[in-house]
């Protein structure tokens, strides 16, 4: 079945760094979707990539699609004790029952 | 997200009990999803529901069942609950779209004890 694999599985960094996680398919995918998930909250939306090589922006935060839609990241720049959470990325292969696969996250804390 | 709620939110059962966790939402969504998280395994789905004459196998449906008793309730039963259910249930729901794999919003989620 459709496997997708996160990294890093943690990252601790220092208020202003700069923050990557990355996913990768071992399907091509029809889209990508990312959340994050707050310590002891529920997952929420954050975006939903569709393009090949699409790059979507939102503040800090940027997404990437990669050309042949198996791979994806989530970059965060100047980090911020807000951005603490786990980041999930969840991949959808198409078919016809539009299921989502959930990476396994990664969880950011941030050291103020 | 107040949209979707979850009942109950903390429960702690024993091996061997008839468990069921229930879900409502108030979106008009007709699909909706019952996942379950453990600690660094992130999301996996355990049932999933496109409307409410349709159900079907997640990736981890064993030992559990699902009954979608209207458009806005979904229930998740362990007939017989055991230890390594012991996890943190998550309902979803989403839109039928034109676009597959329109957005996922979560209830708050229900911690499952079995001891």
């Known amino acids: 079945g459709q496997q997708v694999m996160q990294i890093p599985q943690y990252q601790h960094v220092q208020e202003g760094e700069d923050f990557t996680t990355y996913c990768n398919s071992s399907?091509?995918?029809?889209?990508i979707q990312w959340y994050k998930q707050r310590p002891g909250g529920h997952p929420v939306f954050l975006i939903q990539?569709?393009?090949?090589?699409e790059v979507k922006k939102q503040k800090r935060l940027t997404f990437q699609f990669g050309e042949a839609k198996k791979n994806s990241s989530l970059h965060i720049t100047a980090t911020q004790t807000t951005d603490v959470g786990t980041y999930f990325c969840?991949?959808?292969?198409?078919?016809?029952?539009?299921?989502?696969?959930f990476g396994k996250g990664t969880l950011l804390t941030v050291n103020p | 997200d107040a949209d979707v709620t979850q009942t109950p939110r903390n429960r702690i059962t024993k091996t061997g009990k008839r468990i069921m966790l229930e879900c409502s939402q108030t979106k008009g969504h007709d699909r909706m999803y019952w996942y379950r998280q453990d600690p660094g395994l992130g999301l996996r789905l355990i049932y999933y529901s496109f409307d409410v004459k349709d159900i079907n196998k997640g990736e981890i449906s064993d030992g559990y069942s699902v009954s979608r008793q209207a458009q806005a309730k979904f229930s998740l039963s362990l007939e017989s609950a055991i230890p390594n259910q012991t996890a943190l249930y998550f309902c979803a729901t989403s839109e039928t779209g034109t676009q597959p794999g329109n957005e996922q919003f979560f209830g708050p989620g229900t911690r499952l004890t079995v001891l």
């Open positions: 399907t091509t995918l029809s889209n």
């Open positions: 990539l569709v393009k090949s090589g």
């Open positions: 969840a991949g959808l292969s198409g078919g016809s029952n539009y299921k989502l696969t």
